[in-house]
């Protein structure tokens, strides 16, 4: 029961932290402003882990390198973590197991990246139905408009109907579900075999 527990608690808040931190690489890198509060608010919760580490993790080419190599390493922990408590042998020594390690990592990465693009298609949508001149628009366009563009060129509006957003969510969804679950298991049978 404390195994569970511990995993839940692990798991839930290490991937929001990993959330905040891609989001603040992705806004910054969409050229969004923080003015908005959901900037602020990522801001607030990702600066005391971000800025200490700056120093030692310059932008690279005008990206914040440094969020996005926090939000590895925080993925990296949160799996050697849950590893460490499970009733699994893991040799956390062995090269294999540091490998499979590092790729479990950047597939969560991959993944949470995912969750944030299909969420922010949603509330793209939302609020285009439902409050169309919110200012949490400008923020979510800059977010999924390099996405939906090339499947706009692709599928122009039909009726006047802009479907590009349920094709990009069809499509994050095969690869969530199809691509990324098909690594994972490839992932956890080779540290079966190193462990």
């Given at each position: 029961?404390?195994?569970?527990?511990?995993d839940?608690?692990?798991r839930?808040?290490l991937e929001?932290l990993i959330?905040?931190l891609?989001a603040?690489f992705?806004?910054q890198?969409?050229?969004v402003?923080f003015?908005?509060?959901?900037g602020?608010?990522?801001?607030a919760?990702?600066?005391w882990l971000?800025?200490?580490?700056r120093k030692?993790?310059?932008p690279?080419?005008g990206?914040?390198?440094t969020?996005?190599?926090?939000?590895w390493?925080?993925?990296?922990v949160m799996h050697?973590?849950?590893?460490?408590?499970t009733?699994?042998?893991f040799?956390f020594?062995?090269?294999?197991?540091l490998?499979a390690?590092?790729?479990?990592?950047?597939?969560?990465?991959i993944?949470?990246?995912?969750?944030?693009?299909?969420a922010?298609v949603?509330g793209?949508?939302?609020?285009?139905?439902l409050?169309?001149?919110?200012?949490?628009m400008?923020t979510?366009?800059?977010?999924t408009?390099?996405?939906l563009r090339p499947?706009?060129?692709?599928?122009?509006?039909i009726?006047?109907?802009?479907?590009?957003?349920m094709v990009l969510i069809l499509?994050?969804?095969l690869?969530?579900?199809?691509?990324?679950?098909?690594?994972?298991?490839?992932?956890?049978?080779?540290?079966?075999?190193?462990?």
């Open positions: 029961m404390l195994t569970g527990i511990l839940f608690l692990i839930n808040l929001f959330l905040l891609l603040r992705y806004l890198a969409a050229q402003s003015r908005h509060p959901l602020q608010f990522v801001l919760l990702t600066n971000v800025l200490p580490v030692l993790i310059p690279f080419k990206y914040d390198s969020s996005l190599v926090m939000a390493v925080t993925a990296l050697a973590l849950l590893l460490a408590i009733p699994w042998p040799d020594s062995a090269a294999g197991s490998i390690l590092g790729l479990t990592a950047t597939l969560e990465l993944k949470m990246s995912l969750y944030l693009l299909f922010a949603i793209q949508v939302l609020m285009s139905w409050s169309p001149y919110n200012p949490l400008p979510l366009t800059g977010l408009a390099p996405f499947i706009q060129k692709i599928i122009p509006p009726g006047g109907i802009d479907i590009s957003p499509l994050i969804q690869i969530l579900n199809v691509v990324i679950a098909q690594l994972e298991v490839i992932i956890l049978q080779g540290v079966q075999i190193i462990g």
